[in-house]
C-alpha cells in the first residue's frame, strides 16, 4: 500500500521540495500543495520508470556535495589562474580516458556532469559500448594523474552511492 | 552589524563579476574551439554561485525574508549546462577531430561519434515501418 502511494519516496520529497521553493513561500498551504504533486507525479508517471535507480547510500550524497563543490570552488581558482597568467604557447590541452567502473546510466551522467562542472576538465564523450569516458582538459601536463583524481574522488563514491 | 553584511555581499558581487569576465576574456583568448569550452562552465560556477549566495544574504538580513529561489537556478544550471557542453564539444569533435588523434576507450569498441552503427534508432524505425506495411 505504502508503495502504491509512493513508488519513488526520494522523487516525491524532491518534487515537494522544488514546489516550495519555486512558490517562495513556506506555509502549510503551498507545502501540501507540494505534497499532493509530489505524491499525483510519481503515481502517474510510476509505468515510464522500469529501470528507476536505487540509492544504496544516501548520507553519501551530502558527502558528494560537499566534495564537488569544494573542488569547483579551488579549480576555478586555478583555471582563472591559467586563463589569466599563462600564455597559450605553454598551455598544454590534453584528451584522456577515462576507463569507468560505473555501469548505470543515472551515475554515469552525474559524472560526466560533474566532470564539466568542475573547471578545467570537460567530458566530450562516451564509448560506444558505455565502458569509458573521453575528457578533455584545459591544462594537463600529466594527464594520468588527472584520469586518478577523477576515479579516486567522484567514481568511488557514486559507486557507493548507485552501486 | 548591518555594515559588515553590506561588505560581505559587495564582496560576493564583486567576486562574481571577476569571475564572470575571467570566463568572458577567457573565451577570446584560448586558442581553439575546445579550449573555449572550459570558459564558460567557469562563469556559471563560481561567477553565478557567489552572486545566487550574495542575493539569498540581501532577501535574509535587509528584507527579512527567506528566499530560496536561488537554489532552484542554481540546480537547473547544474542540470543544463553540461548537457549543453556536451553537445558543443560533440558537434566541434564531428567537423575537426579525427578517431586517430583521440585517446582511444579501453576495450576494442570507438567512441560513440565514430561508431556508425552506434544509433540503432534508424533501424528500429525501419523495422516499426516494415511490420506496419
Known amino acids: ?163 | 552589524m548591518e555594515l559588515f553584511w553590506e561588505i560581505v555581499i559587495s564582496a560576493l558581487m564583486v567576486i562574481g563579476g571577476v569571475f564572470g569576465l575571467v570566463g568572458s576574456y577567457g573565451l577570446v583568448k584560448l586558442p581553439d574551439p575546445m579550449t573555449r569550452l572550459h570558459a564558460p562552465t567557469k562563469a556559471t560556477t563560481v561567477g553565478v554561485g557567489s552572486v545566487l549566495i550574495a542575493s539569498m544574504l540581501y532577501f535574509a538580513v535587509f528584507r527579512d525574508d527567506l528566499s530560496l529561489h536561488e537554489l532552484m537556478i542554481t540546480l537547473f544550471l547544474f542540470l543544463t549546462a553540461p548537457i549543453t557542453a556536451h553537445f558543443i564539444a560533440k558537434a566541434n569533435m564531428h567537423r575537426d577531430w579525427k578517431a586517430e588523434d583521440l585517446p582511444r576507450p579501453q576495450g576494442d569498441g570507438q567512441w560513440a561519434i565514430y561508431e556508425i552503427d552506434s544509433d540503432t534508432s534508424a533501424e528500429e524505425l525501419d523495422e516499426a515501418e516494415e511490420a506496419e506495411s
Not at chain 1, 42 to 65: G, H, K, Q
Not at chain 1, 135 to 147: G, M, N, Y
Open chain 1, 1 to 163: 500500500m505504502l508503495k502504491r502511494i509512493f513508488p519513488h519516496p526520494y522523487l516525491t520529497t524532491l518534487l515537494t521540495a522544488v514546489w516550495l521553493m519555486l512558490a517562495n513561500a513556506y506555509t502549510p498551504t503551498s507545502l501540501a500543495f507540494g505534497l499532493l504533486l509530489g505524491i499525483v507525479i510519481p503515481m502517474l508517471t510510476a509505468p515510464y520508470w522500469v529501470d528507476r535507480p536505487s540509492i544504496r547510500n544516501p548520507a553519501m550524497i551530502v558527502e558528494y556535495i560537499a566534495v564537488v563543490l569544494y573542488d569547483i570552488v579551488v579549480a576555478n581558482i586555478t583555471v582563472a589562474r591559467i586563463v589569466l597568467f599563462m600564455r597559450n604557447e605553454n598551455m598544454r590541452p590534453a584528451w584522456i580516458t577515462v576507463p569507468l567502473e560505473l555501469s548505470s546510466p543515472e551515475a554515469i551522467t552525474v559524472l560526466a556532469g560533474t566532470i564539466t562542472m568542475t573547471p578545467g576538465t570537460l567530458s566530450a564523450e562516451l564509448a560506444a559500448d558505455g565502458h569509458s569516458l573521453l575528457v578533455h582538459c584545459l591544462h594537463a601536463p600529466e594527464p594520468d594523474s588527472v584520469r586518478d583524481e577523477i576515479k579516486h574522488r567522484y567514481e568511488r563514491r557514486l559507486k557507493e552511492i548507485f552501486e
